[in-house]
């Protein structure tokens, strides 16, 4: 399995960015995609997630409203698109992928970095004041 993110960059306070997450090399179609975030000095934090199964979505508080994560089955990627970007949004962001069905379980904890098996590279967020 092969996850490889794009879209990361530099933009002002309030500005947008969308990241994406292309998926390659699952033998099932059922699987959740997760975007975690390390911020300089921090633990790495779920921001949100989807499961390509039934389309739910998951996001944490701190992104709640401005974020919004979407799944194109046709072209196997995740987009994460990031409206009203704060400061504290400056991280570099991964995604994160966990085939569904043999791992039921750990799909109750999207946003534990132990859900997932598959990790991308990670790309650069930086948000200015």
């Known amino acids: 399995v092969q996850l490889v993110e794009s879209g990361g960059g530099s933009v002002q306070a309030g500005g947008s960015l969308r990241l994406s997450c292309k998926i390659s090399?699952?033998?099932?179609?059922?699987?959740?995609i997760g975007w975690f975030r390390r911020a300089p000095g921090k633990e790495r934090e779920g921001v949100s997630s989807?499961?390509?199964?039934?389309?739910?979505?998951y996001y944490s508080d701190s992104v709640k409203d401005r974020f919004s994560i979407s799944l194109d089955y046709a072209k196997k990627t995740v987009y994460l698109q990031m409206n009203s970007l704060k400061p504290e949004d400056t991280a570099v962001y991964y995604c994160?992928?966990?085939?569904?069905?043999?791992?039921?379980?750990?799909?109750?904890?999207?946003?534990?970095?132990?859900?997932?098996?598959?990790w991308g590279q990670g790309t650069q967020v930086t948000v200015a004041s």
């Open positions: 994160a992928a966990v085939q569904s069905s043999f791992n039921i379980a750990r799909l109750s904890y999207p946003f534990r970095v132990q859900t997932y098996d598959y």
């Open positions: 090399g699952f033998t099932h179609d059922d699987y959740a």
């Open positions: 989807i499961s390509s199964s039934d389309g739910s979505t």
